[in-house]
C-alpha cells in the first residue's frame, strides 16, 4: 500500500477524545502491569501444562519484550499504547496455544479488546484486528489443531481467520460507540449543540500534538448581552445565543471546531494560521451585523474578537493559546468594542496592569481619589457661559492623573461605573445649588449618564431625591447620554428619558454622529440637545467634509427643534465657522479647561450673568 495513503484513510476514522496527559498515563500504567502480570503467568501456566523450563522462558520473554518500547526515551503515546496493545495481544495467542484451541481460549482477545479500549486511540484497535487475522490465517494453516478447536477450521484457517476478525472488529466497533456516546453526553453545549470549554480545549491539545501544523484560536465575546438578559428576558438571551451560534458555524470551515464556553463566550479552533482565522473573525463581524430578530423584533448584536495563533504563543499548549486569544479579545473590548485584534507579545503584562487598576477603582471613591471637573458651555452669538459639564478625574496615587478613556470604560465593564455615576451627579447637583445659591442665578449642570445606569439603577427615582436633597430646580440639569444606549432595548430607553423629562431635566445626545445615530432613533428619543462630536469639530475650515457634516447636523437639529452643542472647539477658525453654520452653543479649550470647583465653593468668575438662564452640558 502506498504509505501516503494512510494520513488520508487515517482523516476519515471518527476521532474521540484526546485524553488529559494525567489520565492517559495512569490508563498505560495500569495496562503496564497487567501485560507484567500476564507474562509471568503465561510461564507459570506453561510449566504447570507440562511445557519445558525453556519453552516457560521464552513464552514469558515473548509476552514481556514489547514492553521495552513502551520505555524508549522520547516515546509518544502511540509507540507506547502499541507495546502495551502487543504485549497484551501475544498473551493471547500463547494462550490458544497452550490450551490447542480451546474455544473459550479465544475470548481472551476479546478480554483485550476491551482493555485496550481505555486508550480512547484507533491504534490498538487495529493491531488486534491484525494480529487475530495474521495469527488465525497464518499459524492456523501451519498448526490447526493448535489453533482451532473445530474440524471445519482446520480446512479452510483463512475463512474462519477473517470469522475471528469480523468478531473483533464488531468488538472494536461496539467500545468505539459507547465511548463517543459517552463523551458526547459532557462534551456538548445543551442550548446550542456546540462544543464546550472541555472539548474545545482537547480539540486544540489534539491539533497542537501534530509537529509544525499551525493552529489559531478565536475568542468571542457578545458585547452588551447582559443587557439583552435584563431588558428582554432570558428566554431572549437564549434565543440570542442559538441564533449567534448558528451564524458561528455559517462563518467557518468543516473542519473548524465551534464551541461556547459558556454566558456569551465562544470559541472557534482553526487548523490553520492568524490569516485564516482573521478572515473568519471579519466574516464573522460581518454576520453579526444582521439584526437578529428575538421576540419578533429586531435587534443589533455586536462581538469583540481576539485571534491567536501557535506562531506567537511562545508554546504549544492549548492553555496557552486560549489564554492568547482571551486577552486579544478583551484588548477588542477596550478598544471600543465590535472589532477583531490579534494577539501580541506584551498584552499579557498589559492585562495584568489592567485588573491592577480596575481593583484600584473599585477604592477609589472611599478614598477620595476620583474629583469633578467643570467644563462651561457657551454660547457662540455673545461668547456669555450658560451651563457646565459635569466631568469625572481620577488622580491615581502612584500613576498619577488617569485618562477618562482608560477607566471609565474599565468601569463600565465591571458595573462599577453605576455607583460612580451616583457619586458624580451628587456631586455636581450639589455643586450647581451652591453656585445657584452664591451668583443669586440658575447656573445649568450638565452630567454624564452610564447606558448602564439607564438599566441597572433605579435613575428616575435617584435623580428625583438628589434634586430634591439639593434644592436644584429640575430644569438646571441636564442628563447626558451616548448614543450607545441604542444597543440596549430602544423602547425602554425612551421610558427611561421620557420619565426622566417628565421630572422636568433635560436630555442631551452626547458624540451625536459616532455611533449608532438614524433619523428615525433620534425622532424616537425624548431629547432637547444634541452634542456634535469633537471628531466632527477638529477638521471644520479644513476644506474636509466635517464641515458639510457638522452643517447637515446642525440643520437636522433645528427641523426637529433640537438645541445643538459642538464639543472640543479649540481654534478661532472652528469657532467662526460654527457660527457661520448658526451653531448656538460650544464646548473647548477655547472657552475653558475643565477645571475643580474653587475650594470655597464661589461661583467660577469666568461665568458671566447669563440673560436667559438655559442648563445646557
Request: with cysteine.
Amino acid at each position: 500500500m502506498d504509505l501516503r495513503v494512510l494520513p488520508h484513510l487515517r482523516s476519515h476514522l471518527p476521532e474521540g477524545r484526546m485524553l488529559p496527559g494525567e489520565i492517559w498515563r495512569s490508563r498505560h500504567l495500569l495496562l503496564v502491569r497487567v501485560s507484567a502480570v500476564q507474562a509471568a503467568g503465561i510461564g507459570v501456566m506453561a510449566l504447570g501444562l507440562g511445557r519445558s523450563v525453556l519453552a516457560a522462558v521464552l513464552m514469558t520473554a515473548a509476552t514481556a519484550y514489547p514492553l521495552a518500547f513502551t520505555l524508549l526515551p522520547g516515546a509518544g503515546r502511540m509507540l507506547r499504547a502499541a507495546g502495551t496493545t502487543v504485549s497484551l495481544l501475544t498473551a493471547s495467542a500463547l494462550l490458544v496455544h497452550l490450551l490447542e484451541g480451546l474455544t473459550e481460549s479465544h475470548f481472551h482477545f476479546f478480554v483485550v479488546v476491551g482493555l485496550v479500549s481505555l486508550y480512547q486511540s484507533w491504534a490498538p484497535f487495529g493491531l488486534a484486528l491484525g494480529v487475530v487475522v495474521l495469527h488465525h490465517g497464518v499459524l492456523g494453516t501451519l498448526f490447526p489443531h493448535s489453533v482451532f478447536g473445530h474440524a471445519a477450521a482446520y480446512h479452510d484457517p483463512w475463512l474462519w481467520a477473517l470469522v475471528h476478525g469480523a468478531f473483533v472488529l464488531a468488538a472494536s466497533l461496539a467500545h468505539l460507540a459507547s465511548w463517543r456516546l459517552n463523551e458526547q453526553q459532557g462534551l456538548r453545549d445543551p442550548l446550542t449543540g456546540l462544543a464546550n470549554r472541555t472539548l474545545v480545549h482537547e480539540t486544540t491539545e489534539r491539533l497542537l500534538a501534530r509537529r509544525g501544523g499551525a493552529v489559531s484560536v478565536l475568542f468571542l465575546d457578545l458585547d452588551d448581552f447582559k443587557d439583552v438578559n435584563d431588558t428582554r428576558g432570558h428566554a431572549a438571551g437564549d434565543q440570542l445565543l442559538t441564533t449567534v451560534s448558528e451564524r458561528l458555524q455559517a462563518c467557518t470551515r468543516s473542519g473548524d471546531e465551534v464551541a461556547r464556553l459558556g454566558g456569551d463566550e465562544f470559541a472557534i479552533v482553526v487548523d490553520g494560521g492568524a490569516e485564516v482565522a482573521t478572515a473568519i473573525g471579519e466574516r464573522v463581524l460581518a454576520a453579526l451585523a444582521e439584526p437578529v430578530l428575538v421576540g419578533g423584533r429586531p435587534l443589533t448584536v455586536h462581538v469583540s474578537i481576539g485571534v491567536a495563533d501557535s506562531a506567537t504563543a511562545g508554546d504549544r499548549r492549548a492553555g496557552t493559546l486560549l489564554r492568547n486569544a482571551d486577552l486579544a479579545m478583551y484588548q477588542a473590548k477596550s478598544q471600543g468594542k465590535n472589532r477583531l485584534v490579534r494577539y501580541a507579545p506584551g498584552m499579557a503584562q498589559a492585562a495584568e496592569d489592567k485588573a491592577t487598576l480596575a481593583a484600584d477603582l473599585v477604592a477609589a471613591t472611599a478614598a477620595g481619589q476620583l474629583a469633578v471637573h467643570y467644563q462651561p458651555t457657551v454660547a457662540l452669538a455673545d461668547g456669555r457661559t450658560t451651563g457646565y459639564e459635569a466631568l469625572l478625574r481620577w488622580h491615581h496615587p502612584g500613576r498619577g492623573m488617569v485618562p477618562p478613556v482608560e477607566f471609565i470604560p474599565m468601569a463600565e465593564e465591571s458595573g462599577h461605573i453605576v455607583e460612580i455615576g451616583r457619586w458624580v451627579l451628587e456631586q455636581a447637583v450639589r455643586q450647581a445649588a451652591v453656585w445657584t445659591a452664591e451668583s443669586g442665578r440658575p447656573v445649568g449642570m450638565a452630567v454624564n449618564l452610564s447606558p448602564r445606569q439607564l438599566v441597572d439603577d433605579d435613575v428616575v427615582g435617584l435623580v428625583d431625591a438628589v434634586l430634591a436633597r439639593h434644592g436644584l430646580p429640575a430644569g438646571q440639569l441636564t442628563l447626558e447620554v451616548t448614543e450607545g444606549v441604542l444597543l440596549r432595548d430602544v423602547d425602554q430607553v425612551v421610558d427611561q428619558l421620557r420619565d426622566l423629562r417628565g421630572l422636568g431635566v433635560r436630555i442631551a445626545i452626547d458624540d451625536f454622529g459616532t455611533g449608532y445615530s438614524s433619523l428615525s432613533y433620534l425622532r424616537r428619543l425624548p431629547a432637547d440637545i444634541v452634542k456634535i462630536d469633537r471628531s466632527f469639530v477638529q477638521d471644520l475650515g479644513s476644506e474636509g467634509r466635517s464641515t458639510t457634516l457638522v452643517a447637515s447636523i446642525i440643520e437636522l437639529a433645528r427641523s426637529l427643534q433640537l438645541e445643538v452643542v459642538a464639543e472640543g472647539v479649540e481654534t478661532q477658525e472652528q469657532h467662526a465657522v460654527l457660527g457661520d453654520l448658526a451653531c448656538s452653543h460650544a464646548q473647548g479649550y477655547l472657552f475653558g479647561r475643565p477645571q475643580p470647583a474653587p475650594a470655597h465653593d464661589h461661583t467660577p468668575s469666568v461665568v458671566p450673568a447669563p440673560r436667559t438662564p438655559v442648563a445646557v452640558g
